[in-house]
């Protein structure tokens, strides 16, 4: 990496600032039964305040048993191909608002949505890492536990997700396990990874510090997924931000492997930095990338995968600015080779899915990892004499380095490279050509199918909650 | 004299100072001044004028914010000396604040200032407030608008329980509801019998001149 130097100087400064900050200040644990837990292990702990400070002890041991290696594996136990020196991509999530899949129209999304995006992410060559993307309006609370159904049934990829209740964690730990094979199948190749945002500076829900627990507890995989705000829940200096997204991430990665040493966890990030004209959360600008790229240095710099938020647009259709923005987004975390790039189908500053976006953002991702190979280093003996023989006005078109070759050049499917006068024949635009194949996916491709009767378990967890489902 | 030190709190508020403020009102009592000339020409000069170079694309939030702070640091020295039935000039009273079960504030304290700094007499109730606690809010600052923030998707459902809180209390005719926070849209609001909804701060303050009918 060009500038390793620089970011490793980051990484050392942020680490030392947040230590200094959790040593001295402290976080916020607004949890009784875990306090005294904490205090029993050796925290500081005032229970007036609900404060709870770290120990270089308690940092040191915390970071020993940190396990390194976390990798999230597909249905048949192989781990997504992208994971061999590049990045992961991922689905954004998780809204309550999709663009139509037929008309475009803005509304709110369904348990049917969540079926038809978890497809198209299970179709699409360059998406490795499934989400929900949407949250089931039409369910109520629990529909928690359909969209992780809906995950293990409609792809064999890896998938990531999260209940927002503690009581939903056994039924969908139990799902996981019973998907995988039993408990020791899964913890030995997790599929599923789990994910929970603090309010930044300083604070997690109780609810969200319940379900933290309880996944820990049973081996799945955390990513702690900081959502800070530059200049509103955090400073508004990158550096600054950087520093409040690490002590979140930090004191939790020293709670959690305090109490569950050796639990998988992911360091995330998914903020941003906040548009001061409207006070609105801008997705797509430049900062997204940049302050995300944050994560994967520090990631790296704890020994631990990163997820990191990115390919994300404020757009609210198909246009120059998503193109400009998604690709914008994604470069700085590409760069800094964060483990996993959150962002596939999001528009609209993450507020809404669109299935359009989402095929086109394939596109952009296959685009952008060709770019991202640059010029490789190789002994170019056979392209020398090859040139010696061709000079002068030679044509290697019909030579077999060029057959064995080409190939490697990418080769859109969806962007335009026609002349003027193909292209008025066509008469499709980018938009009606990624409409017309995300129906063709959600008609026609069939991912793999589960067990009958792991689905047939699925469906009776989920009956506990919602006692009239079945899957559609 | 006294214009000199009216002048002054405007400033105060413009360059967004608010310790400067503070100790220009107390200094102002001190010399004699009129606490309600102080606010009505000192301080609400100074606000109109943040508004202005807001609006004009000059200033952003974090002036607008600080303006605000500093206009309510004189304001909580200036108020408690009024004398007699001198009362504050304001355009409307508002009761914000965050539904139970969400610690979100910063969208909400947000709006606070926007509508403080436009001559809304505003009563921030905080974070994770129960119905009651908004109703008890209201009828003590006999508001004309009530609002209620939510981040999250499950706690935007508070919303919906807040407006029958109100109907049940008997104030939902004497009340304007206005709804907010990110995953809040305008069909949910009309959905759950909102009077309005606004997706961000600025036009928040649009949406209460429209609701109590008064121009902007």
Excluded at chain 1, 66 to 71: A, E, M, Y
Excluded at chain 2, 162 to 174: F, M, Q, S, T, V
């Amino acid at each position: 990496m060009p500038d390793a130097q620089h970011t490793e100087a980051i990484a050392q400064l942020v680490h030392e600032k947040s230590v200094e900050i959790l040593v001295e200040v402290g976080f916020n644990v607004p949890d009784e039964n875990l306090l005294v837990r904490l205090e029993r292990l050796g925290f500081p702990v005032d229970s007036e305040s609900q404060q709870v400070r770290l120990t270089p002890d308690l940092l040191e041991s915390a970071l020993a048993t940190l396990p390194g290696d976390v990798k999230l594996y597909n249905r048949d136990g192989e781990v997504p191909a992208a994971y061999e020196g590049g990045s992961c991509f991922m689905g954004a999530g998780t809204p309550v608002n999709v663009f139509d899949l037929q008309t475009g129209e803005h509304r709110s999304a369904t348990r049917q949505d969540v079926r038809h995006l978890v497809t198209i992410q299970d179709a699409l060559p360059q998406v490795d890492i499934v989400r929900p993307t949407v949250t089931a309006t039409d369910l109520g609370e629990a529909s928690d536990l359909v969209e992780i159904a809906e995950l293990l049934r409609n792809t064999a990829k890896p998938s990531v997700h999260r209940t927002l209740a503690p009581e939903r964690v056994e039924a969908a730990v139990e799902m996981l396990f019973n998907a995988a094979g039993g408990k020791d199948a899964f913890q030995a190749r997790p599929n599923f990874a789990t994910l929970y945002c603090p309010i930044s500076p300083g604070y997690f829900t109780p609810e969200n510090i319940g379900c933290m627990l309880m996944w820990a507890e049973h081996g799945v995989p955390v990513t702690l997924l900081s959502m800070a705000m530059g200049g509103a829940s955090a400073p508004a200096t990158l550096l600054g931000e950087l520093i409040v997204i690490n002590l979140d991430i930090l004191a939790w990665i020293v709670v959690l492997q305090t109490l569950y040493p050796g639990t998988p966890l992911l360091y995330g990030s998914v903020s941003a930095v906040l548009d001061m004209r409207t006070g609105l959360l801008p997705l797509g600008a430049p900062e997204r990338g940049m302050i995300n790229s944050g994560a994967a240095i520090m990631g790296r710099y704890y020994g631990i995968p990163s997820m990191c938020g990115g390919l994300s647009s404020d757009a609210k259709q198909l246009d120059a600015q998503a193109g400009f923005e998604k690709v914008n987004t994604a470069i700085p975390l590409l760069r800094q080779e964060a483990t996993i790039i959150y962002g596939v189908g999001a528009t609209d500053a993450g507020s809404t899915i669109s299935y359009t976006q989402m095929v086109f953002d394939n596109e952009i991702i296959a685009g952008v990892r060709r770019m991202w190979q640059g010029i490789t280093l190789h002994d170019p003996t056979e392209e020398v004499e090859l040139i010696k023989a061709k000079i002068p006005r030679g044509n290697f078109m019909s030579t077999p380095h060029t057959k064995r070759n080409y190939r490697r050049h990418w080769y859109p499917e969806i962007i335009s490279r026609d002349t003027y006068d193909t292209w008025t024949e066509k008469g499709e635009t980018i938009e009606g050509i990624c409409r017309r194949k995300a129906i063709d996916i959600v008609s026609n491709h069939q991912p793999p199918p589960l067990d009958a009767s792991v689905e047939a378990e699925l469906e009776r967890i989920v009956r506990r909650y919602l006692p009239d489902f079945h899957f559609i | 004299m006294s214009e000199e030190i009216y002048n002054k709190l405007a400033q105060a508020v413009i360059d967004g100072e608010p310790e400067d403020a503070e100790e220009l009102a107390r200094q102002a009592l001190e010399q004699g001044a009129d606490p309600l000339a102080c606010i009505n020409q000192g301080l609400m000069k100074g606000i109109a004028k943040v508004g202005e170079l807001f609006s004009s694309g000059e200033y952003f939030l974090p002036e607008l914010i600080i303006g605000a702070d500093a206009m309510k640091a004189a304001l909580d020295v200036l108020e408690p000396a009024l004398m007699g039935d001198q009362r504050r000039d304001v355009v409307g009273r508002v009761v914000l604040g965050t539904v139970e079960g969400d610690l979100h504030e910063i969208g909400k304290t947000l709006v606070g200032t926007m509508l403080t700094a436009n001559g809304f007499q505003v009563t921030d109730i905080g974070v994770d407030k129960k119905p009651s606690e908004f109703i008890a809010a209201i009828q003590e600052a006999d508001a004309d608008i009530v609002g209620a923030s939510a981040l999250l998707t499950t706690t935007m459902l508070q919303q919906e329980k807040l407006i029958e809180a109100l109907k049940e209390a008997g104030l939902r005719d004497k009340v304007k509801v206005m709804v907010g926070g990110a995953p809040v849209t305008e069909g949910f609001a009309k959905d759950i019998g909102a009077d309005g909804y606004a997706e961000d701060a600025i036009s928040a303050v649009d949406m209460a001149f429209r609701l109590i009918d008064a121009p902007a």
